[in-house]
Antibody
Framework: QVQVVQSGAEVRKPGASVKVSCKVS????????IHWVRQVPGKGLEWMGG????????IYAQKFQGRVTMTEDTSTDTAYMELSSLRFEDTAVFYC?????????????WGQGSLVTVSS | SYELTQPPSVSVSPGQTARITCSGD??????TSWFQQKPDQAPVLVIY???ERPSGIPERFSGSSSGTTVTLTISGVQAEDEADYYC????????????FGTGTKVTVL
């Protein structure tokens, strides 16, 4: 069974950056890919990007390109998502989600979410 | 951009059957997953590859597909099934690899 644990809540000022971590266990990051999903309070789910093992590269949703960087440390099985140039409307819960065993190319196990609040 | 459309809300009495639809042009060619999200909790996968149920998900949850519409059916609804439900599929454009539906609030009367 995969377990996914994310870092805690963060508060940032507009224009700053935030980096959220996501540690997996049960499988390694060489077996899984990590994707990130944003949920603005009271709104739906929005895919931000993630690692595509078919191409061996990280792909980003067009909406976030240029502002988001997703990285992985396979030595600690921890993935990171950094979002820069934060705006008030970036206040949201950010989830990391696994792709891989046992669900193949489908989104599977979710972290508990990390609330990022952008406030002056 | 690619869109998946769901009804905003579905209401059902305990023990009855709830059906949640999801419509989108590419659904005829791509698999769909369904996620359940309860208040202040992370989403949970309840159906993948249109009809597959993950381990631990009750048998009352089932999925079906017909053309450009997929359906999540909850048979014998229980109070604990009250939640938001999201369909999710894929686009051939890698910049929208995973696309979520608009979400449906299921209310158990």
């Amino acid at each position: 069974q995969v377990q996914v644990v994310q870092s805690g809540a963060e508060v940032r000022k507009p224009g700053a950056s935030v980096k959220v971590s996501c540690k997996v266990s049960g499988y390694t990051l060489t077996e899984l890919s990590i994707h990130w999903v944003r949920q603005v309070p009271g709104k739906g789910l929005e895919w931000m990007g993630g690692f595509d093992p078919e191409d061996g590269e990280t792909i980003y949703a067009q909406k976030f390109q240029g502002r988001v960087t997703m990285t992985e440390d396979t030595s600690t099985d921890t993935a990171y998502m950094e979002l820069s140039s934060l705006r008030f409307e970036d206040t949201a819960v950010f989830y990391c989600v696994t792709v891989g065993p046992p669900y193949g190319g489908n989104l599977g196990f979710w972290g508990q979410g990390s609330l990022v609040t952008v406030s002056s | 951009s690619y869109e998946l459309t769901q009804p905003p809300s579905v209401s059902v009495s305990p023990g009855q059957t709830a059906r949640i639809t999801c419509s989108g042009d590419a659904l005829a060619k791509q698999y769909t997953s369904w996620f359940q999200q309860k208040p202040d909790q992370a989403p949970v996968l309840v159906i993948y590859k249109d009809t597959e149920r993950p381990s631990g998900i009750p048998e009352r949850f089932s999925g079906s597909s017909s053309g450009t519409t997929v359906t999540l059916t909850i048979s014998g609804v229980q109070a604990e099934d009250e939640a938001d439900y999201y369909c999710q599929s894929s686009d051939s454009n890698k910049n929208s690899l995973y696309v979520f539906g608009t979400g449906t609030k299921v209310t158990v009367l």
